[in-house]
């Protein structure tokens, strides 16, 4: 089956204490990408990888790291979590298309909710 | 990067069509229209897609107007478990920005 696999889906963890989100992909998807969402403000973009070794930030990128070492995995990595990071974090990622002249789908994760006390 | 407006919320009796518009005023040539939901406490899922012509697929159809400045999704008739979030997003070929804002809330009433 097709799907895009976080963990841990449930975690609280306190400030600064590093901790790392995962993300695996069956589909050999080349782009993958990282959302927080919260209440009011929608699904924001952190860092999107577009394939192995490359990365790029999106919208919100202040506090997170990411690595693409692998095509199927792209960890999210918080160095020093505060409590401004609590929030419900997706995964999500997609094939490049071999024609440039249309967009694929994005498949997403459940989500991993993650309190920072 | 364009951007989208979209209501709040909308509210639909079940067994009834809903339509959900979305704006996109300063939609480029080769942006295309993507629609998302977001069914509660579960992560987005692709509905359907489209450049310029109206398309239809198994769970919706997308009616693009003629200038492209606006789209809307159709649920021929919703049900109960159609109710979530529906996000309008557009995407650039090559730039992969998948850029949501904060959607449509759809309620079914039964």
């Known amino acids: 089956e097709a799907q895009v696999t976080q963990n841990p889906r449930y975690l609280i963890t306190v400030t600064g204490k590093k901790l790392t989100v995962t993300c695996s992909q069956n589909?050999?998807?080349?782009?993958m990408s990282w959302y927080r969402q919260d209440p009011g403000l929608g699904l924001r973009q952190i860092y999107y990888s577009m394939n192995v070794e490359v990365t790029d930030k999106g919208d919100v990128p202040e506090g997170y790291k990411v690595s693409r070492k692998e095509k199927r995995n792209f960890p999210l990595i918080l160095e020093s979590p505060s409590p401004n990071q609590t929030s419900l974090y997706f995964c999500?990622?997609?094939?490049?298309?071999?024609?440039?002249?249309?967009?694929?789908?994005?498949?997403f994760g459940e989500g991993s909710r993650l309190t920072v006390l | 990067d364009a951007k989208t407006t979209q209501p709040n919320s909308m509210e639909s009796n079940e067994e009834e069509p809903v339509h959900l518009p979305c704006n996109h005023s300063t939609i480029s040539g080769t942006d295309y229209i993507h629609w998302y939901r977001q069914l509660p406490s579960q992560g987005p899922e692709y509905v359907i897609h489209g450049l310029t012509s109206n398309v239809n697929n198994r769970m919706a159809s997308l009616a693009i107007a003629e200038d492209r400045k606006s789209s809307t999704l159709i649920l021929h008739r919703a049900t109960l478990r159609d109710a979530a979030v529906y996000y309008c997003i557009l995407i650039r070929p090559g730039t992969y920005k998948y850029i949501f804002g904060t959607g449509t809330r759809l309620k079914v009433l039964a």
């Open positions: 589909m050999n998807h080349e782009y």
């Open positions: 999500a990622s997609t094939t490049l298309s071999s024609s440039s002249s249309d967009t694929g789908e994005l498949f």
